[in-house]
């Protein structure tokens, strides 16, 4: 049975209302292979499985200082325990606001080890101590994600990829909920390929795009195409390149980001155990989305930057370039450069958090 509009169950309080979408010819950039498009809203009549999602706009203007999340769940509020188990937490265990409740950045990226690594560096750049020189680990009871907290920061891993992502989040924005956070800005740092830039260039992305330059997550829920906006904070894209530009230490660009399914065969390698293209028909692609703003790779973006908007959190994709994709596959440079590399974004992200604060 297809569920209509109307019957849909969603909680029209806090999510925006479902809208059907339709299909229709792909426009614009001429893509290789036959990938589908997605018309405008109210474009026509629409299969009842496809339903859109929209989050909330990112030019918002409202003070962020008071911005609190909101689920777009209302079984979260009648439920007597919230386990968090992924976080090895719960709201009957642990007093989350106690915890969480003066977070005010929210820094996430795939590496145990550099989240790790990002929260020792902002506490040597927010002057706090350490016991012992080390940040524990909150997540110490599980091994799935690592969680830090260095004052106002909290520092999360959150693995590879778009399912990893997305349940990590699932229960970082209950928890920032539960703990009644205000004020929150969220920040993905991460590695990316580059399309036409240097390598060691650090893209902050204006929008998330899937395999075919949309700006759009599609996801099977209950058997139905659900397709949410990836819309990022603009206001956020402009404080973090003013901050690059105060720094003045390596190429920042602001750019489309391509958020793929995998490494390989969905960002056109030629080099994966499976492959069904040529050189040529990568570089059509590549070009493609060079073309329709792209300027970098990666694998996590749009999943962030839907969840995000969907629960009113500001949010921030800030990423590094490992290698030029136009220019080959693999990643083929020093590990010392790669390091250095990975710091830029940290010391980008830092100075926007120190800058942020002072003006506070």
């Known amino acids: 049975m297809n569920l209509s509009d109307e019957e849909w169950p969603l909680n029209r309080?806090?999510?925006?209302?479902a809208v059907l979408w339709s299909r229709s010819p792909p426009t614009g950039i001429a893509l290789p292979g036959n990938c589908p498009d997605l018309a405008p809203i109210n474009s026509g009549p629409a299969p009842a499985e496809r339903m859109a999602l929209p989050g909330t706009n990112a030019e918002?203007?409202?003070?962020?200082?008071?911005?609190l999340i909101q689920l777009c769940n209302p079984n979260i509020a009648t439920?007597?325990?919230?386990?968090?188990y992924h976080f090895n937490l719960s709201t009957s265990t642990h007093d989350l606001p106690a915890m969480f409740g003066d977070v005010?950045?929210?820094?996430?990226?795939?590496?145990?080890?550099?989240?790790k690594a990002f929260s020792k560096y902002m506490a040597t750049e927010l002057g706090l101590d350490l016991p012992g020189g080390e940040?524990?680990?909150i997540c110490v009871g599980t091994d799935r994600y690592v969680m830090f907290k260095v004052g106002p920061v909290l520092s999360v891993s959150h693995g590879m990829g778009i399912p990893s992502m997305a349940i990590m989040l699932h229960e970082l924005l209950k928890m920032l909920y539960h703990a009644r956070c205000s004020g929150v800005t969220a920040i993905r740092i991460g590695t990316s390929g580059g399309i036409g830039l240097e390598p060691g260039s650090v893209v902050i992305t204006q929008q998330a795009v899937d395999a075919c330059f949309q700006p759009q997550l599609e996801q099977v829920v209950l058997g139905k195409r659900v397709v949410r906006r990836t819309d990022l904070d603009a206001r956020l894209v402009r404080e973090l390149m003013q901050c690059s530009a105060d720094l003045d230490d390596f190429p920042?660009?602001?750019g489309n980001t391509l958020c793929t399914l995998d490494f390989y065969e969905g960002?056109?390698?030629?080099?994966?155990?499976?492959?069904?293209?040529?050189?040529?028909d990568k570089q059509e692609y590549l070009r493609a989305a060079h073309a329709a703003g792209v300027r970098n790779i990666e694998m996590e973006s749009s999943v962030f930057a839907a969840m995000c908007s969907a629960c009113g959190l500001p949010a921030a994709v800030?990423?590094?370039?490992?290698?030029?994709?136009?220019q080959g596959d693999q990643i083929c440079s020093p590990h010392e450069v790669l390091d250095e590399y990975q710091q830029r974004p940290q010391r980008l992200v830092g100075h926007f958090i120190k800058k942020s604060l002072a003006g506070a």
């Not at 005010?104 to 989240?115: A, D, E, L, T, Y």
């Open 79 to 84: 439920m007597k325990e919230d386990i968090l």
């Open 104 to 115: 005010k950045f929210v820094c996430v990226g795939g590496s145990p080890s550099r989240m």
């Open 267 to 280: 960002q056109g390698r030629l080099d994966g155990a499976l492959c069904c293209y040529t050189e040529q």
């Open 135 to 137: 940040c524990p680990n």
């Open 252 to 254: 920042t660009v602001v």
């Open 13 to 17: 309080t806090s999510c925006e209302t």
């Open 60 to 67: 918002q203007k409202e003070d962020r200082r008071d911005r």
């Open 318 to 326: 800030v990423c590094v370039t490992l290698l030029d994709r136009l």
